[in-house]
């Protein structure tokens, strides 16, 4: 069974401040105090200032949707998934999209689930083509933003030494 049919995307609000922790939690605890995908969840002072800052994100020059994806089954927080448009600015760098996944949940098809849904809701907004960018160290998002329909652009050198890698996805 797809994983696709096992999670949602959904607007995070108040009732997910718990579930937001403990997936905070599980980052920090791994060794990654720096999330992706989470316009900041990782940075705000509370939770509640951060549900401000991701509602008035949607209503700004570049707008900026975020979402949990959630397991329907246990109602866990799988990931965050970032929508951002339109194509300049930021996102010229950046992306369309970006996203990340609870460590405890990877490499199990989620990454995969998550971005299908996130296009399908770029095609929802009359995005034709979407950026993704991934560090090219990072064999799991090439993996998925090509099981997806990457197709590569180009490659850069970062200040950490690292390439960031561009894929355009058609929706």
Same mark, same amino acid.
Request: glycine share 8%.
């Given at each position: 069974?797809?994983?696709?049919? *096992?999670?949602? +995307?959904?607007?995070? &609000?108040?009732?997910?401040?718990?579930a937001?922790?403990?997936? +905070?939690? $599980?980052?920090? /605890?791994n060794g990654?105090?720096?999330?992706?995908?989470?316009?900041?969840?990782?940075?705000? $002072? !509370? =939770?509640?200032? #951060? +549900?401000?800052?991701?509602d *008035?994100?949607?209503?700004?020059?570049?707008?900026?949707?975020? @979402?949990?994806?959630?397991?329907?089954?246990?109602?866990?927080?799988?990931?965050t998934?970032?929508?951002?448009?339109?194509?300049?600015g %930021?996102v010229?760098?950046h992306?369309?999209i970006? %996203?990340?996944?609870r460590?405890s949940?990877?490499?199990?098809?989620?990454?995969?689930?998550m +971005?299908?849904?996130?296009?399908a809701?770029? /095609?929802e907004?009359?995005?034709d083509r979407?950026?993704?960018?991934? &560090?090219?160290s990072?064999?799991? !998002?090439?993996?998925?933003?090509?099981k997806?329909g990457?197709? @590569?652009?180009? *490659?850069?050198?970062?200040?950490?030494?690292?390439?960031?890698?561009? =894929? #355009?996805?058609?929706v």
């Amino acid at each position: 069974m797809s994983k696709r049919n *096992e999670i949602e +995307l959904i607007f995070p &609000d108040e009732t997910h401040e718990k579930a937001a922790a403990a997936y +905070l939690k $599980e980052h920090i /605890k791994n060794g990654e105090p720096t999330l992706h995908g989470d316009c900041f969840l990782d940075e705000a $002072e !509370s =939770y509640e200032e #951060w +549900l401000g800052e991701i509602d *008035e994100a949607q209503h700004i020059e570049i707008p900026s949707m975020i @979402f949990f994806a959630i397991r329907k089954s246990d109602r866990k927080i799988i990931g965050t998934i970032n929508v951002r448009h339109p194509y300049e600015g %930021y996102v010229q760098i950046h992306g369309h999209i970006g %996203y990340g996944i609870r460590p405890s949940e990877r490499r199990k098809g989620y990454g995969t689930a998550m +971005l299908q849904l996130a296009l399908a809701y770029c /095609k929802e907004i009359n995005l034709d083509r979407v950026l993704l960018t991934c &560090d090219k160290s990072n064999i799991a !998002s090439v993996k998925t933003i090509t099981k997806c329909g990457g197709v @590569f652009e180009s *490659e850069s050198a970062q200040p950490n030494g690292d390439m960031l890698r561009r =894929y #355009w996805i058609t929706v």
